[in-house]
């Protein structure tokens, strides 16, 4: 004795069945981040633009530029800018990964050295210039120092002195910032096992081979972003450089504080603000091709 099972069958209305739509999982993993980032970054730069870009009567106009580019502190803005970013990424660089070898390597007291160097990462950027101007002032720590020894003491910040206002402002961004690639660098050997190198020992590698064509080329992922993070963020050095010598070494963000502040200016600050955006995303773009086509 068999039994037959029936299934009902909708009834038909003449077309194809209609399926509910569902909405595709992407929309809800990418949309928030899409509205946080319009909302977040879109809208200020939109807004940034037509500022830049909007005279006094509504219309579109490129005086504000015109008036950037003709005031005498912009180009030495640009300079000092450019130059700064130049001399000082790779001198951290080069401090950082030192640093992070040697406490890959695991000396005595590792954890406490790592706490001494990252401290300035939690030190702010005008408490940063306030500390190193009571350094290099003309009665600070540095030219009692030389007194102590016999020297003549120094106008280390005086304005007729164009170098040694770049290595004051160098010197105490050297120390602020370096712990935040130094705490990348250390994030990305960590990922590194010693397997490698210990293989790489084995076939007669010595340690600059290892760490040229072993530690480097897998740490190049954190370097990249250690690079673009800290070149963006060294487009926007302003607090050190004021406290240290106020308009005696401009920069171009502190340029665009001037003329916000100062000169109560917004369009023309907006146009200075454009600049370092434009700066520092071709910046971006260029390290990440660079490093693309290294591999």
Known sequence: MSATITRETPPHTGGPPVRPRAVPSVVWLVGPS?????ALFGWPVVQGVLQAFTGADGGLTGEHVARMVADPYFWPAVRNTLLLIVVLI??????????ALLLRARPRFAGAYFYLWVIPLAVSDLAAGLVWLAVFTDRGYLNSALATIGLEPVAWLAFDNPVSLFVCVLVAELWRATS??????VAGLQGIPKDYEE???VFGAGPWERLRRVVLPLLRPSLQV????????AFQTFAVAQALTGQNFPL???ETYR???GL???NVAAALALVVLVISMLTSLVYLRALRESR
């Open 90 to 99: 790779p001198v951290q660089f080069a401090f950082a990964v030192t640093m």
């Open 199 to 201: 293989a790489a020992a």
């Open 34 to 38: 899409v509205v946080f980032m319009a």
């Open 252 to 254: 171009l963000v502190g």
């Open 180 to 185: 935040l690639v130094l705490v990348i660098v």
């Open 226 to 233: 250690a690079l673009i993070l800290r070149t963006i963020l």
């Open 259 to 261: 003329w916000y502040t």
């Open 264 to 266: 109560q200016n917004p």
